[in-house]
Each structure stands twice: as C-alpha cells, then as structure tokens.
C-alpha cells in the first residue's frame, strides 16, 4: 500500500507509491551522464581566454603559466544576478520587488575533463570545498548579500549545460524560500525543545539505523525519511554546526563521505544526473542553536507533473529503506 510521509523539519508531505516501486536498473536512461562528449570545453586548460577573468585559483607549485591551474573560480558569463548596482526596493502596491543585485560564479573543479567530483583525487575534493569556503568567506563581507547558496548541477537533465565537473554559488539579496522554511521550524522546534532538530534527527536515525548510507568520524549520509525523489540524501556533520565551514582546519573527512556517497550513487544507478545543495545559516546569523548546515543531493530520476505542481506533495516510488538497501548492495 502506498504511504504518506511527513517531513519531520518542515511539515511538507510525500507519497511513497509502492505500487510504483521501481528498482535502480529501471531508472537507468540514455540521459544519465555516463559518456564524455569531445568537443571545444572551455573550461579545459588553454581554453581560459573564453571565460571571464579567475576570481580564484589553486595552481600547481611550478607556476609555468595560466593554464597551470587545479581550480578555477570565475564569474558566470550569463550571471542570473549582477554585483554592480544597489537593492533599490520599490513596488505597486501589492506587487513587491527590487534590483537583481547579487554575485553568481563558476567553481571549475579539475583540469581534467574526465574527472567528476565522485572520482577525482581526494585532494581535488578538498580543494572544492576549500574553494566554495573561500569564495563564502569573501562574499559575505558585502552587505548587500543575506545568502549564498552553493550548488552544483551533474548531467544534461539536471539543468547542466556544460559537461566538464564544475559548481556554482550565487550570493543573494535575500533568504531563499527552502531555507527559511528551514529555519523558522528549526527555531520553533528549539524555542520548545530546548534543542537542535536535525541533532535529534540524526540520533534517532542511528538509533534505528534504517535509512543511515554511510558515516565516518564527523558527518553522516542519511536517506531522507520523506525524500522528494528517489535516493535523497543529506550529508551532515555528527555535531552540532550551524555554518559550513571545515572542521578542525580540515575538509578530509567532508570530502572523504561526499565522495563516498557519490561513488554508491554512480555504482548502482549508473552514474545518474544529480543536484547537490549546501543549506547552511543566513549570513547574519552564522553562530546559532538551533539550524544545522546540510548537503542535499536529489538524483534526476523522475519528473515532476500536474499533480506534484497542482498540490506541493511528491511522489515518490522508491522508499528510504529500499533506497539504502540498495545503495548497500542489496539488490
């Protein structure tokens, strides 16, 4: 029988139609990102001259030139907000709006156009989240900017344009919608509790230890318990930590479970298509009790249609529990 699920952070329901239950092979499609085109790229090493000028680079310690780069950080050439100008807020009447200042960048993640950020070095992994840190850290001085959502788009059907392993961070004006519906049931929920709900969340999921992927010292990979789509997951440290940023001077163990994660993924659905996005805590707000930073990664398995549109709920056809049952080898 199918199920109906609520969220337990921020209310929003789901339906777990079994009777649609699918297994991982049945969402294998020629849209996943299995294959590397050829072609121009330009964002391979030589081709620096067709992006706008680097905001960041990690470079090699021989130095021999431009294209001697690691990473790249460079400004989206069709940016969905521009840095120059001021907020400007007006409206009609009813009909509220304001400038559409913020920044919006390109985190290119290796040279290496084979390279993904499942299976390129450790280091390289590191790098990326130091990179998305130092980007964060930079932005955050600018006082028109309240958020800076870092995500990243893998495969055509997941909204990616270009092929070579890159992200994307985009400072805004304003709280997202998602997130601050996060944050206000996550400051609810301690303003009664006297606690942090994802810190519970976490307890009670190793306590039944039916929807934990993986786990290492610091963070754990959780399938979702209302996933909106097939294989939901969220990466999260094991303490409490309001902000993204590294542990203990370090990203290893981070990018050790991110990349583990992301490995199960490609191994039993194929390499799929994926988002993947950082909710941490509003610039102005960094250091508190209650919210607790996340990674969400939602494979691209399935779409939405009239009914998800028309109501807000999701159907979904595959279970946390199978999911992880799955993605642990139980096929």
């Not at 990616?160 to 392993?165: F, K, V």
């Not at 209302?226 to 294989?231: D, E, G, L, T």
Request: charged share 25%; proline share 7%; hydrophobic share 35%.
């Amino acid at each position: 029988m199918s199920e109906l699920r609520k969220d337990p952070i921020i209310g929003r329901w789901v339906i777990i139609s079994t009777e649609r239950g699918k297994r991982p092979s049945d969402f294998v499609s020629p849209s996943s990102r299995r294959k590397k085109l050829s072609g121009f790229c330009p964002f391979c090493p030589g081709h620096e001259y067709t992006t706008p000028n680097e905001i960041l680079a990690f470079r090699g310690s021989q130095k021999t030139g431009p294209s001697d780069w690691t990473l790249r950080v460079v400004p989206n050439k069709f940016p969905a907000l521009q840095i120059e100008g001021e907020l400007e807020r007006s409206g009609e009447s009813i009909f509220g709006r304001m400038n559409g200042i913020g920044a919006h960048e390109v985190v290119v993640e290796s040279p290496n156009h084979e390279h993904s950020l499942a299976t390129m070095p450790a280091k390289s992994a590191e790098d990326v989240l130091w990179a998305f840190y130092s980007r964060l850290t930079d932005l955050k001085k600018d006082h028109r900017f309240q958020y800076i959502l870092i995500y990243k788009n893998e495969g055509e059907s997941a909204g990616s344009t270009l092929e070579h392993t890159h992200s994307q961070l985009i400072a805004l004006p304003i709280v997202p919608k998602r997130v601050q519906e996060e944050l206000d049931s996550s400051k609810k929920y301690f303003d009664f509790m006297e606690k942090c709900i994802y810190c519970d969340l976490i307890e009670q999921e190793k306590h039944m230890n039916k929807r934990v992927v993986c786990e290492n010292d610091l963070y754990i990979t959780l399938s979702a318990y209302a996933p909106r789509v097939p294989f939901e997951m969220w990466i999260m440290p094991k303490n409490h930590e309001s902000s993204f940023r590294p542990k203990e001077n370090s990203f290893a163990a981070l990018a050790e479970i991110i990349q583990t994660t992301l490995k199960m993924l490609d191994k039993i659905l194929d390499v799929p298509p994926y988002n993947f996005v950082i909710h941490t805590s509003p610039l102005n707000a960094e250091e508190n009790h209650y919210y607790h930073w996340h990674i969400e990664i939602f494979p691209k398995l399935t779409k939405m249609a009239g009914f998800e549109w028309g109501s807000g709920f999701y159907i979904n056809p595959t279970s946390p529990e199978d999911a992880v049952r799955f993605l642990k080898g139980g096929v």
